[in-house]
């Protein structure tokens, strides 16, 4: 009885979450304060599941507009979540990885997929498969958080490590060839 309750608590908590952000879309300023809810509330790898359920309502309930909007928020906001020792916008720790499925989500509605020859060996990303919407949130990127962060790569080759880690890879790993 205990693990039911616990259970729909979760499933509450996750559900009132992305109505939470699905509001929040609809304000001019998106609130920092709700990506920072987004962040904690799966800051750990054992709340994987919550974080899929979540993003799964994401997707059925916000159309094309809002998920670029949601984006383009987390994209203002990368400098202050992200955390100091990721200057390419990875999203490698639990807590961010959920905006990387924000943004994997958007590039696949927006028809980005992993290239393969007629061998099916993956080809390497080139700029032209990058969808209009993912270039846009770059862009936002290189303006905003890019050149406050060190590193001894150029903007560029940080952007492509960011698509090729958060996008390209999880595409490819999506793919009929890949399984």
């Keep these: 009885m205990a693990t039911k309750n ?16 699905i509001q929040e879309i609809g304000n001019k300023n ?8 987004m962040q904690q509330a799966f800051s750990t790898a054992s709340k994987q599941k919550q974080r899929e ?24 906001n ?14 490698r720790t639990p807590n961010n990885k959920v905006f ?3 943004l994997l ?17 993956l080809q390497s990303l080139d ?13 936002i990127l290189q303006e905003k958080f890019y050149p406050k962060r ?3 790569d150029l903007i560029d080759s940080r952007i492509a490590q960011s698509i090729n880690f958060l996008l390209y890879a999880p595409l490819f790993r999506e793919s009929d060839i890949y399984h």
């Design 6 to 21: 616990k259970k729909e608590t979760v499933n509450t908590e996750t559900k009132n979450l992305a109505n939470l952000v």
């Design 30 to 37: 998106f609130d920092f304060v709700v990506l920072q809810k």
């Design 53 to 76: 359920a979540f993003i799964s309502l994401l997707d059925k309930k916000l159309n094309k507009e809002q998920l670029h909007k949601l984006n383009q928020a987390i994209m203002e």
């Design 78 to 91: 990368a400098n202050e979540l992200m955390p100091d020792n990721d200057p390419n916008f990875v999203c």
């Design 100 to 102: 990387q499925e924000i």
């Design 105 to 121: 989500l958007e590039a696949k509605r927006s028809g980005m997929k992993a290239k393969f020859n007629d061998k099916g060996e």
């Design 127 to 139: 700029v032209k498969d990058i969808t209009q919407e993912i270039l846009d949130h770059y862009r």
């Design 150 to 152: 060190d590193s001894i």
